[in-house]
Every structure is written in C-alpha cells, then in structure tokens.
C-alpha cells in the first residue's frame, strides 16, 4: 500500500545518509540503526520499488557483493534507469577486483566488516554513556578502516590491469554503457567507462569517454567528474607516448 511504499522510500533515504555518515557526531536515528539493518526495513517494505532497490543496492555492494547485483539487476528489470545501471557496473568491478584480491592473496582474512555496516549491538540499546563509547569506537574503527583502503588504492590505482574478455568486465562496460544511454549526460557513468576502458587497455575508446566530459559545459554539480576526465585523459595520452 502506499504507506508501506513512503515508509520504504524513506528507510532507503536513511540508507543512503547512513552510509556517508562517518564522523562522531551520530545522532539518535543512527544510533540505534546500522546501515544493513535499514536496508533490510527499505526491503522489507518496498522490494518490488526501484528506487529502493537501487539505493540498497548501491549500499549492499559493501556488505554482500551478490546481493548489491542481485538488487540492481532486480531494479532493471522492473524499470530501466541510469543510476541503477551505473550502480550495477560499479558493483561489477567490485566484485571482479575481490576475485583478483582472493587469488593474489589466497590466505588473507577476509577484511573485517565495518561497524556501520553490522546490525545492533547489545550496547546500542544499553545506557547513553554506553552507546556513546559504542559510537566513539565505531567511527575509530571506520577511520582506520578508511585510511587503509585509501592507502591500498593511493598505491595501486596506476597499475591496476583487467581482462577485457572477463565475463563481469563485460557486464561491467554494458551496464555503464546502457546508464549513458538512458542519461546521456551521466558524466560520473561517462567516467567510469572510460576508467573502465583505460584499465583493460583500451585507451582510445577511454580517451573518447573522457573528451566527451571536457568538451561539454558541465553545471558545477559535475567539476570533480571534469577534473577526474582532464587527469585520466592525461594518463592516457602519457600510456600512448611510450614507445
């Protein structure tokens, strides 16, 4: 009914609030709510919306890579948009950068999951002295967290090679061609294609995706997809110079 649906769309709001929230000063909604225990209410309400099957797809990819897909693929399905297709390509990649992370490194533990992504504790319901140190310790534990991947990709963002005969990399490519094509002026889509393209050495067709956001007049919303174009098209004019 259309209660349950305004209830859903808006759990899939919080989902979307919830996951960029990362510093201490948490508030009481998301004291008491981690970032998949939302998505399970938005679900749990609203599984056959789009919309929140795009939003909880999109945050899923951090938590159960195959559900993210399965989510977004279900968003399609029911209705063809941009930012689910785009999403999905992301959550695509994802999913193939894991696999070479699991062969290269066959003995590691998996990373341990982020608090915001877990579901309640037992100190969130205790006192409030208690929920403050569960939350001082949550965002510590994310911080690091953050710091280290942002290490890892700060260090492999240049020499990261993908197979463009990939199964996922083609999916991959097709969902953020498909976005383009639903929103032609998808330029965070545009970007990731082109990065995409230029990863699994296609340099030319990556050049076109990223000439296509230099030469366009982008609103200020779009300066870091802009930025980000001028810097991967001068990677990509340094890889063609070498002999």
Same mark, same amino acid.
């Given at each position: 009914n259309d209660d349950s649906s305004l209830q859903a769309m808006a759990y899939a709001e919080l989902v979307t609030l919830r996951k960029y929230r990362s510093h201490k000063?948490?508030?009481? %909604?998301?004291?008491?709510?981690?970032?998949?225990?939302?998505?399970? +209410?938005?679900l749990e309400k609203g599984s056959d919306l789009p919309f929140v099957l795009t939003q909880c797809g999109n945050a899923m990819k951090f938590i159960d890579i195959d559900k993210?897909?399965?989510?977004?693929? #279900?968003?399609?399905? %029911?209705?063809?948009?941009? &930012?689910?297709?785009?999403y999905l390509g992301k959550s695509f990649i994802r999913k193939v950068v894991m696999n070479m992370h699991s062969r290269?490194?066959?003995?590691?533990?998996?990373? +341990?999951?982020?608090?915001?992504?877990?579901?309640?504790? #037992?100190?969130?319901?205790?006192?409030?002295?208690?929920?403050?140190?569960?939350m001082s310790h949550d965002y510590e534990e994310h911080r690091q967290r953050k710091e280290a991947i942002s290490s890892y990709v700060r260090k492999h963002k240049n020499d990261l090679s993908l197979d +463009?005969?990939?199964?996922?990399? +083609?999916?991959?490519?097709?969902?953020? #061609? &498909?976005a383009i094509q639903?929103? #032609?002026?998808?330029?965070?889509? %545009?970007?990731?294609?082109? %990065?995409?393209? &230029?990863?699994t050495g296609q340099i030319q067709e990556a050049l076109i995706q990223f000439n296509t956001i230099t030469n366009s007049h982008l609103g200020s919303n779009s300066k870091i997809s802009l930025i980000s174009a001028y810097e991967q098209a001068g990677l990509c004019y340094l890889e063609l110079a070498e002999p």
């Amino acid at each position: 009914n259309d209660d349950s649906s305004l209830q859903a769309m808006a759990y899939a709001e919080l989902v979307t609030l919830r996951k960029y929230r990362s510093h201490k000063s948490y508030n009481a %909604i998301f004291r008491n709510f981690r970032l998949l225990e939302l998505c399970n +209410k938005a679900l749990e309400k609203g599984s056959d919306l789009p919309f929140v099957l795009t939003q909880c797809g999109n945050a899923m990819k951090f938590i159960d890579i195959d559900k993210s897909i399965a989510l977004l693929e #279900k968003s399609v399905a %029911i209705k063809e948009n941009s &930012k689910a297709y785009h999403y999905l390509g992301k959550s695509f990649i994802r999913k193939v950068v894991m696999n070479m992370h699991s062969r290269n490194h066959p003995r590691q533990r998996p990373e +341990k999951q982020s608090p915001i992504f877990e579901t309640n504790s #037992k100190s969130n319901h205790g006192n409030r002295d208690g929920r403050q140190e569960s939350m001082s310790h949550d965002y510590e534990e994310h911080r690091q967290r953050k710091e280290a991947i942002s290490s890892y990709v700060r260090k492999h963002k240049n020499d990261l090679s993908l197979d +463009k005969d990939d199964e996922l990399v +083609k999916k991959a490519i097709e969902s953020f #061609k &498909k976005a383009i094509q639903l929103a #032609k002026e998808n330029f965070p889509a %545009i970007l990731d294609l082109g %990065i995409l393209l &230029k990863d699994t050495g296609q340099i030319q067709e990556a050049l076109i995706q990223f000439n296509t956001i230099t030469n366009s007049h982008l609103g200020s919303n779009s300066k870091i997809s802009l930025i980000s174009a001028y810097e991967q098209a001068g990677l990509c004019y340094l890889e063609l110079a070498e002999p």
